[in-house]
């Protein structure tokens, strides 16, 4: 976040309390367990003498009282220290912008949160698209020329996209996606053109990761998938930070991931998934089945290589029943 500075780091409550004394800081990110150091009357006690300071808590601990009680105390944020690193970067523009902010692992823990019960609008795939894009951090003139709309048709579907998910502004939206990954998802049945009267919440749905630059040939992928496993809910993306922001927050059971992502290197993005995500068994896909593609590919955690000429239903169907357990 190059547009912020820190101005310092410290340890204690004392050193806390001596620092805020002689600097004037905008927003404080803190773990409140130090030594020399009691959360709720230190909070009390910096929003009593400093009102203008934002407080957001990054913390190891999930009680809902403990919580409760930091939230009560004034504090603008309360962050889980096990979520992503981009998360924290929304959380703090978040409090910077005079909002409260809650991991998403919290809110079904507060009970008295309305998110807590928050049914996830269904999108249409363009609104999907759009709301990819705006989670990547991309600009509406840029959403615009990736899609081939006008930057004017690009702010139309915001503004509905905004309303169904009862948000005010882009921000609000990328954090909508942070707390509900799930909303980014395309149903398999609806890849596949597959019309299912009644799909419960309750069913078993895989998540399965389409990683590949090439949009026509991913949409073909996803159809596949879709009509093999109408339950699905099949994510896509083409590069290595979508893949990335994506497996931070879904447990992926497949994923498809094309070797060469445009500039990028799809090896790069499968050791990145498997660091962060072990268990998602990973196959890669080339139009170049080359023998050196095949070793790295196995070397970087995949399970299988297949050639994209011989990846059809058949083999689709082979892979997600091998791969994935009911």
Known sequence: ????????????????????????????????????????????????????IKILV???????????????AGVNGYHMKDQSLNDLRLAIQQVLAGERWLSSSLISKLTDSPAANLKIPELTERQRSILR????????????????LSVKTVENHLTRLYQQLNVQSRLEAVNFVARHPKILATPGNEAAEIIIPTRRETDYSPAILVVDDNVRYRKQLLKMIGKVQPEALIYETDDI?????????????????????????????????KRVSPQTRIVMISAYPDREFHRLALESGAIAFLDKKNLDLAAIKQVINDVITF
């Not at 004394?21 to 230190?42: G, S, W, Y």
């Not at 190891?60 to 919580?67: E, H, L, Q, R, S």
């Not at 894009?133 to 081939?148: P, T």
């Open 58 to 72: 990054v913390s190891a601990y999930d009680d809902d009282i403990y919580v409760k009680g930091l939230l009560k």
């Open 1 to 52: 976040m190059p547009e912020l500075e820190v101005i310092g780091e410290i340890g204690d409550g004392k050193q806390l309390f001596d620092f805020l004394k002689n600097h004037r800081v905008d927003c404080l990110i803190m773990d409140v367990t130090m030594p020399e150091f009691q959360p709720i009357q230190a909070i009390h006690e910096i929003k009593s003498r400093y009102p203008e």
């Open 133 to 148: 894009f705006l989670h990547q951090g991309l600009d509406n003139k840029s959403i615009a020329k990736e899609m081939d």
């Open 241 to 273: 930070q979508g893949s990335m922001q994506l497996t931070q927050t879904i447990h992926f059971q497949l994923a498809l991931i094309d070797v060469i992502l445009g500039e990028e290197d799809g090896i790069l993005c499968a050791r990145k998934i």
